[in-house]
């Protein structure tokens, strides 16, 4: 006949199992017990209360450090109540479209015959083959602007034994877009192929050291 004797002290459950062959067998059970009351309604919503209102203090927080923001950015800004901030924002932002809109009409739709850089960067490389520019390669870039651009485009020219005999720039919003005539490029095909890898390596560095571009040659 089994015999069992429970003790209980701090939690702990300890059972002893002794059989009649002299076997003894202990098993220790270890429980945590909770003795908290449960919450009542009041106190639920009273919980519930100081979450929410945490979570608006958080968002105010979010709009007021976005309106700090505009109100450093945007040029020319008299009153600084958050009504003023956020007519001029409409404003700058509808002065930027038509930019945008004249400037593309300038172009003609086309961003090969646009004269002005345009947001993503661009490298191309064709052979002249008309009369006037034959031997000659047209190279048409556009990317960031940055201190010592040309210069570094110039030193890889001449690396490639290329001379410039033509070349335009505009810039425009921190961009940049050169076209360059180049003569005296030797190898063909394959010279013009290494002439652009190497100005790939030269428009594709990052203007400052350990931080990568976002947008890269097509």
Request: with cysteine; glycine share 10%; proline share 3%.
């Amino acid at each position: 006949m089994q015999q069992f004797q429970r003790y209980y002290k701090s939690g702990t459950c300890t059972i002893q199992n002794r059989f009649p062959q002299g076997v003894t067998s202990t098993n220790t059970i270890s429980h945590k017990y909770s003795f908290s009351k449960p919450k009542s309604k009041a106190e639920a919503k009273q919980v519930a209360a100081k979450k929410h209102s945490e979570a608006e203090r958080r968002r105010r927080m979010r709009i007021n450090g976005q309106y700090a923001t505009l109100r450093d950015i945007l040029p020319n800004l008299v009153k600084m109540d958050k009504a003023a901030v956020l007519a001029e924002t409409v404003r700058q932002v509808r002065e930027l479209r038509k930019t945008v809109s004249d400037l593309e009409g300038v172009c003609g739709g086309s961003s090969k015959d646009c004269v002005f850089p345009g947001g993503a960067d661009k490298l191309s490389l064709e052979k002249g083959d008309g009369d006037d520019d034959k031997g000659l390669v047209k190279v048409t870039f556009s990317c960031e602007d940055r201190p010592g651009l040309i210069s570094a485009v110039a030193r890889t020219l001449r690396s490639m034994k290329g001379r410039v005999v033509k070349f335009e720039m505009v810039t425009l919003g921190g961009r940049t877009k050169s076209v360059l005539w180049v003569q005296g490029l030797s190898g063909g095909n394959e010279g013009i192929g290494m002439l652009r890898r190497a100005l790939k390596v030269v428009i594709d560095r990052p203007n400052f050291p350990g931080i990568s571009k976002r947008s890269r040659l097509t």
